[in-house]
């Protein structure tokens, strides 16, 4: 993806947003058990993650990668003991003692890249010889083709308070009538403040089950957590009275063998 690509236009209000998911993001800082030397965090942003990760384990140094020139200046300035960088290539760690964290980017590569970057994406993550990958994104499973529930339909088709956001999306995507569609709707409603981007964008461009098979041979799952992020659920239970129990996230810890 290009620098800039489908560039955010509140920037301030998309970063206050995953500030409020951070601790849910460091998911994995308890799972891994093998020594590593490194933290490598892609698609890094302001560098929020990695500040409150070296806050509590600053005994590892840390790295992050982002496409931004804008995000790392903000990034550098965020976090001045860590390193960051645009080029992958240049990225200075010995990766066979690191672990390469990818949160909330998987759903943005596959929004906004073509097959090729895709492929390079997938390279740089399982053959660059990473010791753990961890990863967590927006996810549901191929099951979720399914027609969507009718009572739940009723519920978003008659809420007025968000029928410019229900407009919107079924002009990009077209009417709501699996239960893919209408989680895909759900997880961004709310999200005002880049709608024009957010409306766009294609949070569920990978299945889970899809992302399983990508896994090489080399590794090997060690955790696994297909969820529904709370926040998520309460949202749409307040704004709808919706019950989601679908799962709408997946958190994978991978161990290199």
């Known amino acids: 993806m290009e620098p800039g690509k489908d560039r955010i236009s509140d920037l301030s209000g998309y970063l206050y947003r995953m500030q409020k998911t951070m601790i849910d993001k460091m998911f994995f800082i308890d799972k891994i058990f093998e020594p590593i030397e490194c ?14 990760l070296q806050y509590f384990f600053d005994e590892y140094r840390y ?27 240049s990225i200075d760690a010995d990766f066979e003692h690191s672990l390469l964290n990818i949160s909330s980017v998987i759903h943005e590569v596959y929004s906004y ?19 753990y990958i961890t990863i967590r994104d927006m996810m549901v499973s191929e099951d979720t083709e399914r ?12 809420h007025n308070g ?24 759900l997880l961004k409603y709310s999200y005002t403040q880049n709608w024009e981007r957010e ?36 949202q ?9 129990k679908t799962p709408t996230h997946i958190k994978l810890v991978l161990e290199r063998i």
């Open 39 to 52: 933290i490598v965090d892609f698609g890094c942003a302001n560098g929020e993650l990695i500040k409150m």
């Open 63 to 89: 790295i992050g990668y982002d496409l931004s020139d804008k995000m790392i200046a903000e990034a550098k300035k965020n976090v001045p003991k860590a390193r960051f960088y645009t080029d992958w290539d």
């Open 113 to 131: 890249c073509p097959d090729e970057e895709i492929e390079l994406f997938w390279h740089r993550v399982f053959d660059s010889g990473f010791r």
């Open 147 to 158: 027609p969507a529930s009718e009572h739940d339909l009723r519920c978003v088709c008659s």
């Open 162 to 185: 968000f029928s410019t956001q229900l407009s919107d999306y079924e002009g990009v995507w077209g009417n709501i009538r699996t239960e893919k569609q209408l989680i895909h709707y």
């Open 199 to 234: 409306v766009r964008e294609n949070y569920l461009g990978l299945s889970a089950e899809r992302l399983l098979k990508r896994i090489p041979d080399n590794y090997h799952i060690t955790y696994k957590e297909h969820y529904t992020l709370p926040y998520i659920a309460w």
């Open 236 to 244: 749409v239970k307040r704004d709808f009275g919706i019950e989601l």
